[in-house]
C-alpha cells in the first residue's frame, strides 16, 4: 500500500472561523466580551478589544492537532 491514499483529517469549521493563522505559525484570536453591553465599556477598552491576541504555547499545540494548517 502507498501512503498517499491515506486518509487526512478534516480540518474543524469551527477552529477556521474563531482563530487566525499568521504565516509564522502564531495563533491569534479576538477579544473577549465584544458582543453586548458596550455602552458601559469606555471607549479605550473597546478600542483595546478590537486586536487579536496570541494564544498560549499549550492552546496552540492543541488547536494545531485539530487540523488547522497555516
Known amino acids: 500500500m502507498d501512503n498517499n491514499n491515506s486518509q487526512s483529517m478534516k480540518t474543524r469549521k469551527s477552529i477556521i472561523k474563531r482563530f487566525k493563522i499568521t504565516k509564522t505559525g502564531k495563533i491569534l484570536r479576538r477579544a473577549i466580551g465584544q458582543d453586548h453591553a458596550r455602552a458601559k465599556k469606555s ?3 473597546i478600542r483595546q478589544m478590537r486586536k487579536w491576541i496570541p494564544l ?4 496552540v499545540k492543541k488547536i494545531k492537532k ?3 494548517k497555516n
Not at 498560549?56 to 492552546?59: G, R, S, T
Open 43 to 45: 471607549g479605550n477598552k
Open 56 to 59: 498560549p504555547k499549550p492552546l
Open 66 to 68: 485539530m487540523g488547522i
